[in-house]
C-alpha cells in the first residue's frame, strides 16, 4: 500500500471516530432525563483553556451525618435526587445503582458531616467576551443536565435570569 492510501485511511479513521463521538453526545442529550439544578457559580480565567464558567450544585457538598465514614475519596457515588419545585434536589446517596433518579459522581472529600463529590460537569465554556455578563449573573444562572440510564451526567443548557437560555455546544 502506498503512502498517500495509508494517510487517507488514517484520516478517514478519525473522521469516523469524530463523527461517532458527536453523534453519540447527541442521542444522550435527546434521550436522557432532563434535571435542572441550582448552581453556585465561579467565573476563572485560564490562559490555556481561555474563558469558562466554573460550576459547583448544591449537590456538590452533601451534608448529612449517617455513615459518612462509609465514602472515601475516589469512591464512585449514587446520589439520588427528587423534585423539589422546578429543582432536583439530593435526597441520598448510596454504593449501588439504585432503582430510582440518580446521578454518578466521584467522592473528592469529606470532613465534619460533608462529602463532597465531583459529578464531570463542573466546568462550562463561554463565548469570547461575555465573561463580564455571566460575573454579573452568577447568583441567577442554573444548568439544565441530561442523565443517562448510567447517572451519568452532559449539560444540555445554562439558564441565566430564568429565560435565557444557551445551548450546550460543550
Same mark, same amino acid.
Request: proline share 2%; net charge positive.
Given at each position: !500500500? #502506498?503512502k498517500r492510501?495509508? $494517510?487517507?485511511?488514517? *484520516?478517514?479513521?478519525? /473522521?469516523f471516530i469524530? %463523527?461517532? !463521538?458527536? !453523534?453519540? +453526545? #447527541?442521542?444522550?442529550?435527546?434521550t436522557?432525563? @432532563?434535571?435542572?439544578?441550582?448552581?453556585?457559580? =465561579?467565573?476563572?480565567?485560564?490562559?490555556?483553556?481561555?474563558?469558562y464558567v466554573?460550576?459547583?450544585?448544591? *449537590?456538590?457538598?452533601?451534608?448529612?451525618? %449517617?455513615?459518612?465514614h462509609?465514602?472515601?475519596?475516589?469512591d464512585?457515588?449514587?446520589?439520588i435526587? @427528587?423534585q423539589?419545585?422546578?429543582? +432536583?434536589?439530593f435526597? %441520598? /446517596?448510596?454504593?449501588?445503582?439504585?432503582?430510582?433518579?440518580?446521578?454518578?459522581g466521584?467522592?473528592?472529600s +469529606?470532613? %465534619? #458531616?460533608?462529602?463532597?463529590?465531583?459529578?464531570?460537569i463542573?466546568?462550562?465554556f463561554i463565548?469570547?467576551?461575555?465573561?463580564?455578563?455571566y460575573e454579573?449573573n !452568577?447568583?441567577r444562572?442554573? *444548568?439544565?443536565?441530561?442523565?443517562?440510564? #448510567?447517572g451519568?451526567a452532559? *449539560?444540555n443548557?445554562?439558564? =441565566?435570569?430564568?429565560?435565557e437560555?444557551?445551548?450546550? $455546544?460543550?
Amino acid at each position: !500500500m #502506498n503512502k498517500r492510501y495509508s $494517510i487517507l485511511i488514517i *484520516i478517514l479513521i478519525w /473522521v469516523f471516530i469524530i %463523527s461517532f !463521538m458527536i !453523534m453519540y +453526545h #447527541n442521542y444522550k442529550l435527546e434521550t436522557g432525563t @432532563k434535571v435542572l439544578l441550582k448552581t453556585q457559580p =465561579v467565573d476563572p480565567w485560564d490562559l490555556f483553556r481561555r474563558k469558562y464558567v466554573t460550576l459547583s450544585y448544591d *449537590i456538590s457538598r452533601l451534608d448529612f451525618s %449517617s455513615e459518612i465514614h462509609k465514602y472515601k475519596p475516589g469512591d464512585t457515588v449514587y446520589i439520588i435526587l @427528587k423534585q423539589d419545585g422546578k429543582y +432536583h434536589r439530593f435526597l %441520598s /446517596v448510596r454504593k449501588t445503582i439504585p432503582d430510582k433518579l440518580f446521578i454518578k459522581g466521584i467522592v473528592q472529600s +469529606h470532613y %465534619s #458531616n460533608n462529602l463532597r463529590v465531583k459529578y464531570g460537569i463542573e466546568s462550562y465554556f463561554i463565548e469570547e467576551k461575555t465573561g463580564r455578563y455571566y460575573e454579573n449573573n !452568577m447568583d441567577r444562572t442554573d *444548568i439544565e443536565i441530561v442523565l443517562d440510564d #448510567n447517572g451519568f451526567a452532559l *449539560i444540555n443548557k445554562l439558564i =441565566v435570569n430564568e429565560q435565557e437560555e444557551i445551548d450546550s $455546544i460543550n
